[in-house]
């Protein structure tokens, strides 16, 4: 008698989750995530210019070459991707070495330029995203949290709906607009790994006595190559470093809770970004600051900046799933 109303329970839960991760929505997201990570590329592939051919070039020296690496990574597997494929494959095109990393830096920072206007976007996303991943598994002793993040970023930007409302394709290209619920489940499926990264980041900080008392905020601006601040004037911010270390956790514990209500998500949105650029103006990673802003930015921006919609209104048919 009461397998009928248990299966209108189910169906009720199951509409309730669908809603839920295939809810419709804009793409004005994936503008910000598509511009924003072309930026990142663009400034990422500068950073590198001056040692690029340095860092992955078979004349480098020291036990950080390119061949030490990419020799370890084929011993986990040979499957990594790598700058010496592209290598291998410029030298049976009768390119020298010196010329292949060139090539490759161009098409680094050509993707991140591509990203950026929104022109063939998808490749682009594509591109960037092998190349980055090359050069960060290749240069892995010199990869740091950027790396890992700006390729969580790019594999989300590769595998949503592109072209958006304001890429360049859309105009030139004439395409449709993307249907709204894979749009919104590319970008449920983005808040939802953020909310995992900053629970268990504050967790993590959490349960060591570090963060509470200020000895890991000491030990983050005091070691080189991050001691901006001198360590004279932190000495007299000791309380401050306290305060900042305590405000560090509960902000990431609480991440997940305070970012989903429409009340405390632009409150949550801007705490968080706050304490990125912190980051990146004390310690200097600015790569690592920006890439987060735009992660946070594209997954809970629109719905938290009332200014976005009312200054810019999203196109016409944005909404209207494909054939309609």
């Known amino acids: 008698m009461n397998q009928p109303h248990q299966n209108v329970e189910l169906r009720g839960s199951w509409s309730k989750w669908r809603n839920f991760l295939f809810s419709r929505d804009s793409s ?8 924003g990570l072309g930026l990142e590329i663009t400034l990422y592939a500068l950073s590198l210019y001056a040692d690029w051919k340095r860092m992955f070039g078979s ?5 950080l070459n390119r061949e030490f ?5 084929s011993i986990q597997s040979p499957l990594v991707p790598r700058i010496g494929w592209f290598l291998w494959a410029g030298q049976h095109l009768g390119l020298n070495e010196e010329t292949a990393l060139t090539i490759l830096w161009f098409l680094l920072f050509a993707a991140g330029i591509f990203l950026i206007v929104g022109i063939f976007s998808r490749s682009a996303a594509i591109a960037a995203w092998l190349l980055h991943l090359c050069v960060a598994k290749t240069g892995g002793y010199l990869a740091y949290g950027m790396d890992n993040f700006l390729t969580i970023g790019l594999f989300y930007l590769m595998i949503s709906p592109l072209p958006d409302a304001w890429a360049l394709d859309r105009k030139i290209w004439r395409r449709p607009a993307p249907d709204p619920e894979p749009v919104g489940f590319c970008r449920r499926v983005l808040q939802l790994h953020l909310c995992v990264i900053y629970f268990f980041g504050g967790l993590t900080k959490a349960l060591g006595a570090g963060w509470w008392n200020g000895d890991s ?7 080189p190559p991050f001691d901006l601040i001198p360590a004279q004037t932190l000495l007299h911010a000791q309380p401050i470093l306290v305060v900042t270390g305590m405000v560090v956790c509960l902000l990431e ?8 209500s429409n009340k405390t998500r632009p409150f949550c949105l801007t705490a968080i970004i706050g304490m990125h650029v912190g980051i990146g103006l004390t310690m200097g990673l600015h790569l690592f600051s920006l890439v987060m802003i735009v992660l946070n930015l594209a997954a809970f921006g ?3 900046l009332k200014w976005w919609r009312g200054r810019v209104p999203p196109p016409q048919m944005e909404l209207q799933p494909k054939g309609i």
């Open 217 to 223: 905020m000491w030990r983050a601006l005091t070691r």
């Open 302 to 304: 629109p719905g938290a």
């Open 69 to 73: 690496t990419e020799a370890l990574m």
């Open 253 to 260: 514990l609480t991440y997940p809770i305070l970012i989903w």
């Open 59 to 63: 004349a480098s020296t020291g036990f």
């Open 28 to 35: 004005q997201w994936l503008t910000i995530l598509r511009a």
